[in-house]
């Protein structure tokens, strides 16, 4: 089981890496030469998604309450949390760093396991930092946008980053392959049913593809500036395009941020 899903993950990084090197950056709109491939496969994505992720996801609402939706939310943030911590410190940002170990440890304790998200009372927010945003935050460019087969929007840059990121997924070291599997397909539906409210913007859009493209990028360079983001300069490089800041402008980690996921349509339609 462990094998078939780093498999899956990691034919696609390498389809990703292979193409790094090959990677151009047009100034002010996304990087895309792969366009007609990256269709063929949204498409698909949105099959399966119609025919199978999509109905789980409304079952799974209907019979489930939403105190129990967002305990199971809960209980995977906080699963998942070292690899928000390892970026933390890859990325210098050594104060949020350890407010984030003190974090997963009130959680994983007074909150039974993540259940309860008691440190955000206790002056500890939670953040979302992955290796593709600490690529970014130093510099790194996202190269050619990419369309993953079930995994979605991605980039060069960010599918490097997944492959990075994977051996920091709790769910790679459970023995028993039953538990491991029902925990990530309880994962994968419970994060689907949040985005349900999402589709009618996906649906709405003259180009669903353009949308969802667009909107992932513009959710990824947030993330990399902690979601505050500079202004857009018309005829600089890497705007438009969750990459790194243009010359002048700090990094993410050298201002005041909020942090965090956003709670934006556009945020939402991109995790998709």
Same mark, same amino acid.
């Given at each position: ?38 269709? +063929?496969?949204?498409? +698909? ?6 025919? +199978? ?9 209907? +019979? ?19 690899? =928000? ?23 994983? =304790?007074?909150?039974?396991? *993540? ?27 996202? &190269? ?7 995994? *979605? ?24 392959? =039953? ?5 990530? &397909? ?48 018309? &005829? ?10 243009? =010359? ?25």
């Amino acid at each position: 089981m462990q094998w078939s899903r780093s498999f899956l993950v990691g034919a696609c990084i390498v389809v990703a890496v292979l193409l790094a090197g090959c990677a151009t950056e047009q100034p002010g709109q996304a990087d895309d030469p792969l366009q007609p491939v990256n269709r +063929v496969t949204f498409q +698909v994505n949105q099959k399966a998604d119609h025919y +199978v992720i999509r109905p789980l996801a409304q079952g799974y609402q209907k +019979v489930t309450p939403q105190f129990v939706r967002n305990r199971v939310t809960n209980f995977f943030d906080n699963l998942f949390y070292p690899q =928000t911590i390892v970026n933390d410190f890859l990325q210098a940002k050594f104060a949020r760093g350890g407010k984030d170990i003190g974090r997963l440890l009130v959680n994983s =304790t007074f909150g039974i396991v *993540g259940l309860f998200d008691v440190a955000k009372y206790w002056g500890m927010p939670k953040h979302d930092e992955d290796f593709g945003q600490t690529l970014g935050y130093w510099g790194v460019q996202p &190269g050619w946008y990419l369309v993953l087969p079930l995994l *979605g929007p991605s980039d060069v840059r960010d599918g490097i980053g997944m492959a990075v990121d994977l051996p920091l997924n709790a769910l790679l070291y459970v023995n028993n392959s =039953t538990v491991s599997w029902s925990l990530f &397909g309880l994962d994968a539906v419970n994060t689907r049913a949040m985005l349900l409210k999402a589709d009618q913007f996906i649906q709405n859009a003259l180009d669903p593809y353009l949308f969802m493209r667009d909107a992932y990028l513009q959710h990824r360079r947030s993330q990399i500036y902690d979601g505050n983001p500079p202004p857009e300069l018309p &005829g600089l490089p890497g705007n438009g395009n969750g990459s790194s800041p243009p =010359t002048g402008i700090p990094p993410a980690g050298k201002a005041n941020h909020g942090g965090g996921k956003q709670g934006s349509a556009a945020a939402a339609a991109g995790a998709l």
